[in-house]
């Protein structure tokens, strides 16, 4: 505690004979990331003793990048559901925001950058249309998001079909600016012989401004509030409806930054891409300890969920398992990872 | 000890304003000043002819049960509607406030029942909502943390840390943090709505602990409640409802407390409320007596019915001993 500055002019504290002394454990416990990271060393164990490969550096980079193409979307997500709104649009967004992209610039011939741009507009647009609306109208989020998902997931399929006759966007690689946008979105480069993705680098930073905003910036707070008590947060004058949009719109920003990531990496997008991600990213937030109520969680814990996420992902590969059990597998430990977040809360809130 | 009051730069405080009205209040102008309102809300008339003051350091009560128009009255005070007749005036001005901000930029904040508080935030973070201190893009977290600290101890609340979540707190302490935070946000004056009601003996004394201190640091205080042994002991007048209109408005020198429970529990329907229970016999019959006990010990038949004054003290020593 902070008696130290203070300590002449602070009478010391009478302790409330009911209140234990809550022990630095219990107070670890009690933190939102807790039981992610409880979870995350569990799978991280298993699969260092099942799967000989996952041991190695270069392994755990390609789980660090799997990891980084989920959290990219994980963190604003995570945001979000603190703010108490869901985003189901969120995983076909990314697709239409790389299609977009692609199209625009490939069918107009333009330098890929203008495509990027326009492709930015578009993410920006959706998001703010999906928090214009559950805002304006008051109808849950979960509602409005599986609306604008259906609509995105037929606009990419449609639309990409009718222009170009395919059920991929056309290779863009030999557009005027490819390179340069490759070299930002999707580069990489290589320490002590172990290639990483700068995707990763930029998770984490993204992860990084996350905290800062929830912890120590005023939108934080709004955020925490606007997710809490609506109500109260409004009463105290917190533009809760301005918060909401903004949260959307961010998930929107990192739809198409993600997008533009696949998309510069493998030069083309299939349209069904990202259907199934939008529950990747909410589970992962709720693994990390973010409540599906709202106004709890952090953006460290989600980045953790989505590392536990990465690690299944890659480690299933690596034990030699057939990949087609990674569903399940998700499936159990997610439940298992909750179980436990569950447990170790109500322990951590009775100890408290 | 340090005062807590220089720490919170460029917010005007409730210290700053005058005494006026100190103890009687009839000296100066009074804070808020309700004469003859009424309130219709279409064909119902929710409110009528009620007359109500508060000055700096007072704490007014308003007294009345379930729909007694207790809220209605605290709606036209805090700014949520404006009086259909009579006048609203706040530190002499005649006002009419189109919304509780309006109200709020005037000094008069609401702490409502259910207290505006986001549970599961700090308590600091809660304190400041809304307000927040800015240092460059982020916040003043050290400066808030420790001025939250400083004016919940200035209140007479010690927290051990003001990082707990806010729904931690009993209700008692967080009625608390929401009274203080009006205060440091400028209030003048408090309405508080049934502060008590969701409390248990022990946190309502806690809360009435902090209307006095709230009074003596010079806000006018309008205390809603149904409960007269709240209300009695903090309160320099009390307003007392019932359906709408006045039952009566006094001084503290001009009523007991013995009085006021009287005239709050409607001596007459108690005294009915008994004789019926007596008749049910068995268990109900006991409960029955005891309230006739108590009806005869407070003295309180012949106010039962407010208007009718005449000797209707049919039982044993009518009035009420101090």
Known sequence: MTATAEAPVTPPPIRDERMGRKS???????????????????????????????????????????????????????????GGEFDLSAGVAVTSSALCA??????????????????????????FLNGWIVVKTGIPSFLVTLGTFFVLQGLNIALTQTITNQVASPDISTLQGFSS???????????????????????????AIATWILLRTRIGNWIFSAGGSPVSARAVGVPVGRVKIGLFMAVGLMAWFTGMHTLFLFNTIQTSQGVGNEF????????????????????????????IFGMVNQGIVYAGWNP????????????????????IRRRAEAAA | MTTPQNTSAGKHRAQDTPSVGQGSGNGGVPLV??????????????????????????????LGDNGAGKSTLIKIIAGLHQPSTGSYEVEGT???FNSPREALEHGIATVYQDLAVVPLMPVWRNFFLGNEVRKGLGMNIGFMKKTCKDELLAMGIDLRDVDQAIGTLSGGERQCVAISRAVHFGAKVLILDEPTAALGVKQSGVVLKYIIQARERGLGVIFITHNPHHAYPVGDRFLLLNRGKSLGYFEKSQITRDELTGLMAGGAELEQLSHELESEGGAAADIGHA?????????????????DTAPAVTRQEGTSPR
């Open chain 1, 24 to 82: 630095g454990l219990a107070r670890l416990l009690a933190r939102p990331e807790a039981g992610a990271v409880a979870g995350a060393i569990v799978i991280y164990v298993f699969f260092f003793i099942v799967a000989p490969p996952f041991r190695n550096a270069s392994s755990f980079s390609s789980v660090l990048y799997v990891t980084s193409t989920y959290g990219l979307m994980v963190t604003p997500i995570a945001l979000l559901m603190i």
């Open chain 1, 102 to 127: 692609s199209l625009f610039s490939y069918e107009f011939t333009t330098n890929a950058w203008v495509g990027v741009l326009v492709a930015l507009a578009l993410s920006l647009l959706i998001g």
């Open chain 1, 181 to 207: 946008a490759r070299v930002v979105f999707s580069g990489s480069f290589t320490i002590g012989g172990v290639n990483i993705r700068t995707s990763v680098i930029y998770w984490l930073v993204f992860v």
């Open chain 1, 280 to 307: 990747v990213y909410i589970i992962a937030a709720v693994v990390g300890g973010c409540l599906l109520t709202g106004g709890y969680g952090s953006a460290v814990g989600a980045a953790i969920g989505a590392l």
């Open chain 1, 324 to 343: 087609d059990w990674f569903q399940t597998f998700v499936g159990l430990l997610l439940l298992g990872a909750i179980l436990l977040n569950t447990f």
């Open chain 2, 33 to 62: 000043r309700l004469v003859n309102a009424s309130k219709r809300y279409g064909a119902v008339i929710a409110l009528s002819d009620i007359t109500l003051e508060v000055g700096a350091g007072e704490v007014t009560c308003v």
């Open chain 2, 94 to 96: 005649p006002v009419a």
């Open chain 2, 291 to 307: 309230m006739e006990a108590d009806v005869e010990e407070l003295g309180i038949a012949h106010q039962a019915s407010g208007t």
